[in-house]
């Protein structure tokens, strides 16, 4: 009888143990699973679970019958503010960490990511325009301007291996074109949903800034600097390289950490870092019934950060002006 009871409680201690490991509940396991160093002592990065997260990002599906209100506007990301140096370095890519940048010049070049074009005389993404990676070399080119023949130099960032005959990112080319390219040009919806009673902004479309390409180069050297709003507005305009949609980008955020800023220990992604909106950005404008940006309204730093400010002020009004006490 004894011996009966011993081996029934035995049994029972066992089928315990395999409910908690099948609940994920033993830690002792997990914690030798996740080790915070790897067998060299250096700090581990789990980077086979960042790429099962990739398939799991969350989303919020808003019906279009909730969202009563809703405005477009454009932020312009500067990576040499202090808040955004995360997005910015490391300069050179390394084998845990890369910058903004080259995580989308990767996943452009050397997967599927697409590309898309901007309107003709704009800033506006086309969503239905795809450029096709063999174009990649024509946009992302490193200009200078040879003063002693008077002729522009270009220098294309992705070339074509001779040898596998596959596009790929200049190292020659690279550290000369990041350390000119500061800012990112963001295209984001600001909207109101009923259903939840609260307002949700979104990242539409991100583009990269890079203001030394062939037409700012030649137009600054042949027609010299101005600071007229039109020459101002055309030479933003032309530094728009091409644009990419941020839910298809997402995947490859939420697969690469950023670097570390002070705490060795921290552990937040791209797609984390956009999610909780902390990078700093100013407005560039919105979408409005003069479809025109700020640049191409005002011609003084005044009179723009005034029209900021008032945009900022109505996104910020809006749902506190809904209900009424």
Known sequence: MKKYIFISSMLLI???????????LDVDQKEMAMPF??????VALNTVEMNALADTISTINHRKDDVVWSRIVYRVIDMRE???NQLYFPITPNENYKSLIRLILDAAVNDTLKAYDKKAFD????YEVKIPKEKFADLFVICDWDSTNRVLRKTPLIV??????KLEISSYAYADYVGKQFKFLVQEIVFFNKHYSRMYSKVIGIAPLYMFNET?????NVLGA????????????????????????????AKQYIIPNGNESQRMTYDEFFAQKLYSSYLLGDGNMFDRNLLQTFNDVPSIRKEQKRIETELMN????????
């Open 123 to 126: 800033m506006q993404p086309t």
């Open 14 to 24: 066992s089928q315990v143990f395999v409910m908690l490991n099948a609940q994920g």
């Open 216 to 220: 700012n180069v030649t137009n600054l």
């Open 318 to 325: 809006f749902e506190q002006d809904l209900w009424e006490y």
């Open 160 to 165: 074509k291996n001779k040898i596998t005959n």
């Open 226 to 253: 101005s600071k007229s709003g039109e020459r101002v507005w055309n030479a933003f305009q032309a530094s728009v390289i091409t644009w990419f949609l941020f839910d298809e980008l997402r995947p490859y955020l």
């Open 82 to 84: 202090k808040q955004n």
């Open 37 to 42: 160093f790897n067998k060299g002592g250096n």
